[in-house]
């Protein structure tokens, strides 16, 4: 592992060169996380309140997800981010290969209501190396001014005669292959187990031939909203914080569609050997507490992973509306949804990004 | 050096028949050598950041990937003594119970240590590699053998997962607990080892990185061209027009070169996306229908007209300069003896040209094949590069292994063209002016 580690150290010492600094001023930790509105709901709801109560100071930094850099400054044994918020299967990878400080659940504080933690966050929320903040969902949206009657259901995405027009995919296998099933007639419970097979596999890219000549791919969280306001798609698959904030800040007439809605966690964790490792298990703490969660939510339409949080949900910040009916953890939203299933992407990822790959380049 | 002192030596003894001496009493040979000596070492040492920054930022990562693509420790770091002992194997059957338990214990201690980079996980994504399906698999054993202290472990291990009772698995196991692997060359030329450890073709649908390779160079040799073809008039135009014409014609030459790279490249979205400006003018003079707008972008022809505006200028620089200093008069010469204007061109002025066009086209060529970002953005589905291909096994797979030999090959494939360039072209005859 001394190769790597080299090899990790140059690529760093290369990046320090450049002109990437660190932050090692005392008091102060790296809170690393995705930018834009979400950072946003996160200084609101966590940063600032943190800093007011300790008196210690925040330095938030974005990036695009992934495990890339976490691994880099570990390896290289020279970790300046203190805490990351990560995918579910990022996490689970990173903790698997021994990136991650392990969190010990028991000594996370209680709900409001008194719940010890491990029975107030919701199931498969807690990890060994992670604590999950909120459940984010990837949904599709239309614009309500471009379709009147608008989709109902995961096939419509799928109609090109009943609703024309080209259509937002992120480009990659997840989660376009549970859409495709879904859209193909399989119940959002049993995607998983016809993904397994390698026919639902075909039956998946089979779906998904349909409607590849209208397909318009997406990379960044940031790019559907976009998308859709300049007319570019009819409609898109999305992050649905996204799209929420695109129609709640900046009036857009867009449409959420929850029927095959896939959810998935954004968690907390904390590189192994962060500097200020103690602060940064404090400011974990501190916002994953059932008051901080629920504040978050009304700055964005991503659900608390706390169950005491969600009666404490509100409205949107400044705004006369009521957050509960956006959230992807609202019952009227789930009556066809699936959790992302992180052991099957651990497993299958490599080799179905390859084949989507070279499904995309193939004519 | 040498040639001097011998020079020396025949010379005409002097009075006391001994050697030539300085001043200060030193035979002049020796004085002259450790003279030239401390002038090398001086120039030297003027270049030692160079060499050294070279070596550091150059040098040394690119042995990195050289060795990082066929070296790969995981197997043998997270399993130690297993990796030994299944070498013995023949790959028949299932190995022995003595490999079974080394397995079973070495990967029960490596979960107890969680060193970094030398998890079950880490092992478990290793193996998946090979063998997709196997991470689970691996990365939840420790987890249900904690309880099992004592043998018999391979009954133990059997009775977790009917997986493990496959014999391909440990074939892989023993494949990927050798240190030194062809796995991810093999991977990056869409090969793979079947069930009988044979290496085959991998399926068609998992066929990627060859012909990916074969539309980097053909992409890269069609902007090329594309950029001969623009850039050599506004050379000619540069080199021969009025100061203070071309000056100003030179500005707009050099403005976008100034300009951001992603500004530029963005720019060529808003330009050319389907509610773009094009595509507007298109469809309100009446050329298009409003339904049928073209794909500009998110496509080949996109990833081809943004590299060609960006990577012009390298190709218009050396044109230019070259054109510069051929005189005018050779034209007027050619024409006066009686040659029509484009046998004048093509015989007297092209032939002049050609240290300028070799150094624009070799330029272009190589930052072409290697381009990152702008077909990461304007590239969609089918203009993406083998560097994008690349920096997604960096990036996100972190199958750092695959991409370093996936980089390996793109610094072959340019040095073997570099090579077939210098022997047709001639790297002496290139110029930048």
């Given at each position: 592992?001394?190769?790597?580690?080299?090899?990790a150290?140059?690529?760093?010492?290369?990046?320090?060169?450049?002109?990437?600094?660190a932050?090692?001023?005392?008091?102060?930790?790296?809170?690393?996380?995705?930018?834009?509105?979400?950072t946003?709901?996160?200084v609101?709801?966590?940063h600032?309140?943190?800093?007011?109560?300790?008196?210690?100071?925040?330095?938030?930094?974005?990036?695009?997800?992934?495990?890339?850099?976490?691994?880099?400054?570990?390896e290289?044994g020279?970790?300046?981010?203190?805490?990351?918020?990560?995918?579910?299967?990022?996490?689970i990878?990173?903790?698997d290969?021994?990136?991650?400080?392990?969190?010990?659940?028991?000594?996370?504080p209680?709900?409001a209501?008194?719940?010890?933690?491990?029975?107030?966050?919701?199931?498969?929320?807690?990890?060994?190396?992670?604590?999950?903040n909120i459940?984010?969902?990837?949904?599709?949206?239309?614009?309500?001014?471009?379709?009147?009657?608008?989709?109902?259901?995961?096939?419509?995405?799928?109609?090109?005669?009943?609703?024309?027009?080209?259509?937002g995919?992120?480009?990659?296998?997840?989660?376009?292959?549970?859409?495709?099933l879904?859209?193909?007639?399989?119940?959002?419970?049993?995607?998983?187990?016809?993904?397994?097979?390698?026919?639902g596999?075909?039956?998946?890219?089979?779906?998904?031939?349909?409607?590849?000549?209208?397909?318009?791919?997406?990379?960044?969280?940031?790019?559907?909203?976009?998308l859709?306001?300049?007319?570019?798609?009819?409609?898109?698959?999305?992050?649905?914080?996204?799209?929420?904030n695109?129609?709640a800040?900046?009036?857009?007439?867009?449409?959420?569609?929850w029927?095959?809605?896939?959810?998935?966690?954004?968690?907390?964790?904390?590189?192994?050997?962060?500097?200020?490792?103690?602060?940064a298990?404090?400011?974990?703490k501190f916002?994953?507490?059932?008051?901080?969660?629920?504040?978050?939510?009304?700055?964005?339409?991503?659900?608390?992973?706390?169950?005491?949080?969600?009666p404490?949900?509100?409205?949107?910040?400044g705004?006369?509306?009521?957050?509960?009916p956006?959230?992807?953890t609202?019952?009227?939203?789930?009556?066809n949804?699936?959790?992302n299933?992180?052991?099957f992407?651990?497993?299958?990822?490599?080799?179905?990004?390859?084949?989507?790959n070279?499904w995309?380049?193939?004519? | 050096?040498?040639?001097?002192?011998?020079?020396m030596?025949?010379?005409?003894?002097?009075a006391?028949?001994?050697?030539?001496?300085?001043?200060?009493?030193v035979?002049?040979?020796?004085?002259?050598?450790?003279?030239?000596r401390?002038?090398?070492w001086?120039?030297f040492?003027?270049?030692?950041?160079?060499?050294?920054?070279?070596?550091?930022?150059?040098?040394?990562p690119?042995g990195?990937?050289?060795?990082?693509?066929?070296?790969?420790?995981?197997?043998?770091?997270v399993t130690?003594?297993?990796a030994?002992?299944?070498?013995?194997?023949?790959g028949?059957?299932?190995?022995?119970?003595?490999?079974?338990?080394?397995?079973?214990?070495?990967?029960?201690?490596?979960?107890?240590?969680?060193?970094?980079?030398k998890t079950?996980?880490?092992?478990?994504?290793?193996?998946?590699?090979?063998?997709?399906?196997?991470?689970?698999?691996?990365?939840?054993?420790?987890?249900?053998?904690?309880?099992?202290?004592?043998?018999p472990?391979?009954?133990?291990?059997?009775?977790?997962?009917?997986?493990w009772?496959?014999?391909?698995?440990?074939?892989?196991?023993?494949?990927?607990?050798?240190?030194?692997?062809?796995?991810?060359?093999?991977?990056?030329?869409?090969?793979?080892?079947?069930?009988?450890?044979?290496?085959?073709?991998?399926?068609?649908?998992?066929?990627?990185?060859?012909?990916n390779f074969?539309?980097t160079?053909w992409?890269?040799?069609?902007?090329?061209?594309?950029?001969?073809?623009?850039?050599?008039?506004?050379?000619?135009?540069?080199?021969?027009?009025?100061?203070?014409?071309?000056?100003?014609?030179?500005?707009?030459v050099?403005?976008?070169?100034?300009?951001?790279?992603l500004?530029?490249?963005?720019?060529?979205?808003?330009?050319?996306?389907?509610?773009?400006?094009?595509?507007?003018?298109?469809?309100?003079?009446?050329?298009?229908?409003?339904?049928?707008?073209?794909?500009?972008?998110?496509?080949?022809?996109?990833?081809?007209?943004a590299?060609?505006?960006?990577?012009?200028p390298?190709?218009?620089?050396?044109?230019?300069?070259?054109?510069?200093?051929?005189?005018?008069s050779?034209?007027?010469?050619?024409?006066?003896?009686?040659?029509?204007p484009?046998?004048?061109?093509r015989?007297?002025?092209f032939?002049q040209?050609?240290?300028?066009?070799?150094?624009?086209?070799l330029?272009?060529f190589?930052l072409?094949?290697?381009?990152?970002?702008?077909?990461?953005?304007?590239?969609?589905?089918?203009?993406?590069?083998?560097?994008?291909?690349?920096?997604?096994?960096?990036?996100?797979s972190?199958?750092?292994?695959?991409?370093?030999?996936?980089g390996?090959?793109l610094?072959?494939?340019?040095?073997v063209?570099?090579?077939?360039?210098n022997?047709?072209?001639?790297?002496?005859?290139?110029?930048?002016?």
């Amino acid at each position: 592992m001394k190769i790597a580690k080299f090899f990790a150290s140059t690529i760093l010492g290369a990046g320090l060169l450049m002109g990437a600094t660190a932050a090692y001023a005392s008091g102060e930790i790296t809170v690393v996380s995705w930018g834009g509105a979400y950072t946003k709901s996160q200084v609101e709801a966590y940063h600032k309140p943190w800093i007011a109560k300790t008196g210690n100071g925040i330095k938030s930094e974005d990036y695009s997800g992934g495990i890339a850099e976490i691994k880099a400054q570990v390896e290289a044994g020279n970790v300046t981010w203190d805490i990351v918020d990560v995918e579910l299967s990022d996490a689970i990878r990173a903790c698997d290969e021994g990136l991650l400080e392990t969190i010990d659940a028991s000594t996370l504080p209680d709900g409001a209501d008194g719940t010890p933690a491990q029975k107030d966050f919701m199931e498969g929320t807690l990890f060994e190396c992670a604590v999950a903040n909120i459940v984010w969902s990837t949904i599709f949206a239309y614009d309500t001014t471009k379709i009147a009657d608008g989709p109902k259901v995961m096939a419509d995405f799928f109609d090109l005669e009943k609703f024309p027009g080209k259509r937002g995919m992120r480009k990659g296998a997840k989660p376009n292959l549970e859409f495709a099933l879904m859209a193909d007639g399989v119940a959002a419970k049993d995607v998983y187990g016809i993904l397994a097979t390698p026919e639902g596999v075909d039956r998946a890219f089979a779906k998904l031939d349909t409607i590849k000549d209208s397909v318009v791919w997406w990379e960044a969280g940031a790019q559907p909203p976009q998308l859709l306001a300049d007319g570019e798609v009819a409609m898109t698959t999305a992050y649905n914080g996204r799209i929420f904030n695109a129609v709640a800040n900046e009036d857009k007439p867009f449409e959420i569609v929850w029927d095959g809605q896939i959810w998935d966690l954004d968690l907390w964790v904390i590189p192994k050997g962060a500097p200020n490792k103690e602060k940064a298990l404090d400011f974990l703490k501190f916002s994953t507490s059932t008051e901080q969660l629920a504040k978050q939510a009304s700055y964005i339409s991503y659900g608390p992973a706390r169950l005491s949080s969600a009666p404490m949900v509100g409205k949107f910040e400044g705004k006369d509306l009521d957050m509960k009916p956006h959230m992807p953890t609202s019952p009227n939203n789930l009556t066809n949804a699936v959790q992302n299933d992180f052991n099957f992407w651990a497993d299958n990822a490599d080799q179905l990004n390859e084949r989507f790959n070279a499904w995309l380049a193939s004519n | 050096m040498t040639d001097a002192a011998s020079d020396m030596d025949t010379r005409p003894a002097t009075a006391n028949n001994g050697p030539l001496l300085t001043s200060d009493g030193v035979p002049l040979k020796q004085k002259l050598a450790i003279t030239t000596r401390r002038m090398r070492w001086k120039a030297f040492l003027l270049t030692v950041p160079l060499v050294l920054f070279l070596i550091i930022s150059f040098v040394v990562p690119i042995g990195q990937m050289l060795f990082r693509s066929v070296y790969n420790t995981t197997g043998t770091d997270v399993t130690p003594n297993f990796a030994v002992a299944i070498q013995k194997w023949d790959g028949e059957d299932l190995p022995s119970e003595e490999v079974f338990e080394l397995f079973v214990k070495d990967i029960l201690q490596a979960q107890k240590v969680r060193a970094i980079g030398k998890t079950p996980g880490k092992l478990g994504t290793r193996v998946n590699y090979e063998l997709p399906g196997s991470l689970s698999l691996i990365r939840s054993a420790p987890r249900k053998l904690k309880k099992i202290t004592e043998g018999p472990y391979k009954e133990a291990l059997l009775s977790l997962d009917k997986r493990w009772e496959n014999p391909v698995l440990w074939r892989t196991l023993k494949r990927v607990t050798r240190n030194f692997t062809p796995s991810f060359y093999l991977a990056a030329l869409d090969l793979k080892y079947d069930a009988a450890e044979q290496i085959v073709a991998a399926d068609e649908i998992y066929q990627i990185y060859v012909s990916n390779f074969w539309k980097t160079i053909w992409l890269s040799a069609i902007i090329t061209f594309l950029c001969f073809l623009l850039a050599f008039p506004v050379a000619y135009l540069l080199s021969t027009l009025p100061l203070a014409t071309s000056n100003l014609l030179m500005i707009l030459v050099l403005l976008p070169f100034w300009t951001s790279l992603l500004v530029r490249t963005t720019a060529w979205i808003a330009i050319l996306q389907s509610k773009g400006i094009i595509n507007n003018i298109l469809v309100f003079i009446g050329i298009i229908g409003d339904e049928s707008r073209v794909q500009l972008i998110y496509n080949q022809t996109g990833t081809i007209i943004a590299m060609v505006h960006i990577l012009l200028p390298f190709m218009i620089l050396p044109l230019y300069s070259v054109m510069k200093t051929i005189p005018p008069s050779y034209m007027r010469a050619a024409r006066s003896m009686g040659a029509t204007p484009f046998t004048a061109f093509r015989r007297v002025y092209f032939p002049q040209t050609l240290p300028g066009i070799a150094a624009g086209t070799l330029l272009v060529f190589i930052l072409a094949i290697g381009y990152y970002i702008t077909p990461a953005l304007v590239g969609g589905a089918d203009g993406v590069l083998i560097s994008n291909l690349i920096a997604g096994h960096i990036q996100k797979s972190l199958n750092w292994s695959l991409g370093a030999a996936l980089g390996t090959i793109l610094l072959v494939t340019v040095m073997v063209l570099y090579w077939l360039y210098n022997k047709f072209v001639g790297i002496d005859k290139l110029s930048f002016g």
